[in-house]
């Protein structure tokens, strides 16, 4: 009934004693069976004959209380949450939001953090609002942000409902997809927004020669060490808080894995090296961060990893993510060195984004071909463009 009424209910699985009440009561004669089909209609003109009551609806509230219209019900549910998303539009595409705000509409992360209430899911999505409207921030810290959006500095610790919100909103803006489990994935997460998670002086990157403005600190001892042709460690506090000018503007800027690499090539070639950073391994927060700034500085950065299948996917995210092309990477550079042994690959294979012919070559030879193995090709590359 409160879904709309219906002909008849079935019943399953009754009893004599059930099968006998319902016979009694419409006057039916005895059947057998498992079930049994109640018209509604004759049940209600029973209750009216016998003067019991003047419909079906009245007796069952006696019997229940009041009836509810669970379509109304829904339709005004449904309402409420329309209602709820159109209020907040135009504050989601005055940041550029669209696509996220999109996905909580048709995926229902809201409605599940919110567990079913329109209202809860009205202050979770103004809370969420509220922080990324602050973003991107200049190297403060989390704990910050959260007191100064939400007044709780421990709003947007992981598993927070506003949290959950703001980390799928910057994973989609970052181009990072969902946001991933690791501590370091987390960091670099809201690191692509410039907030600091826990001070952030042990994410690094290594850089030689990359050529900055002097109007900052970080710009000041970045420009002396090129100055020397010498290496220095940058901390992704340093790049959020004291960022520099990055004076790379169509510049060639090499990007590789291993800091030995850097280590030679300010050994060998000092400061007639191009531009150089090392990532240390799969790039993590200051790299990342460093990358994305020279990128919309303008720089023309290449990349370069061993060739196995994790640097084959690292470079695949990489040149996905970032205006970069990949640096002796390919068939070619495989086949130039193919007598040189290699460990073993491991893992499954990847295919190159870039270079189809890379995966069965690479699977031909059976073992990777490391940025070390070909050290005196990458100088030469690295001096040519100084």
């Known amino acids: 009934m409160e879904r709309g009424g219906g002909e008849a209910v079935t019943l399953s699985r009754v009893t004599e004693a059930e099968r006998h009440a319902v016979e009694t ?18 049940v209600e003109e029973t209750l009216r004959g016998a003067g019991i009551a003047p419909s079906l609806a009245a007796a069952l509230e006696v019997l229940g209380g009041p009836l509810t219209d669970r379509n109304a019900e829904r339709e005004a549910l449904t309402a409420s949450w329309q209602q709820l998303f159109e209020a907040h539009r135009d504050r989601v595409e005055a940041i550029g939001l669209g696509a996220w705000f999109q996905g909580l509409r048709q995926r229902g992360l809201l409605k599940r953090l919110a567990r079913g209430d329109a209202d809860t899911a009205r202050e979770l999505l103004e809370g969420a609002l509220s922080v990324l409207e602050r973003l991107p921030a200049r ?3 989390l704990s910050t942000v959260a007191a100064e959006a939400l007044g709780d500095a421990h709003a947007l610790d992981r598993g927070r409902p506003v949290a959950t919100l703001v980390r799928q909103a910057l994973g989609i803006r970052a ?10 994935d987390e960091r670099t997460l809201w690191a692509s927004a410039g907030v600091l998670v826990g001070g952030d002086i042990t994410s690094t990157v290594l850089v030689l020669n990359l050529p900055a403005a002097d ?14 042709g010498e290496p220095t460690y940058l901390t992704l506090r340093q790049l959020l808080r004291d960022p520099p000018d990055w004076r ?20 060998r070639l000092g400061i007639s090296c191009a531009p150089l950073i090392a990532t240390l391994g799969r790039p993590r927060a200051a790299a990342l961060t460093l990358l994305e700034q020279l990128s919309q500085a303008g720089a023309r950065l290449q990349y370069r990893g061993d060739l196995d299948w994790a640097g084959i996917a690292i470079a695949n995210h990489l040149l996905a993510r970032y205006p970069a092309r990949p640096w002796r990477m390919d068939t070619v550079t495989l086949s ?18 870039w270079d189809a012919e890379l995966l069965p070559a690479l699977e031909q030879r059976g073992s990777a071909l490391e940025e070390e193995q070909i050290l005196d090709l990458l100088l030469s590359d690295l001096q040519s463009l100084e």
């Open 248 to 267: 790379c503007r169509e510049r060639v800027v090499y990007v590789c894995e291993n800091p030995a690499i850097v280590a030679e090539a300010a050994e």
């Open 336 to 353: 130039d060195f193919q007598n040189l042994p290699g460990p073993r690959l491991k893992g499954a294979p990847v295919p190159a984004n």
């Open 139 to 141: 190297g403060a810290a």
């Open 25 to 42: 009561l419409l006057g039916r004669r005895a059947s057998r069976g498992a079930t049994i089909r109640v018209p509604l209609a004759q």
């Open 215 to 228: 109007n900052t600190a970080t710009g000041i001892a970045v420009d002396a060490f090129g100055t020397v």
């Open 175 to 184: 181009r990072m997809g969902e946001e991933g489990e690791s501590a370091d």
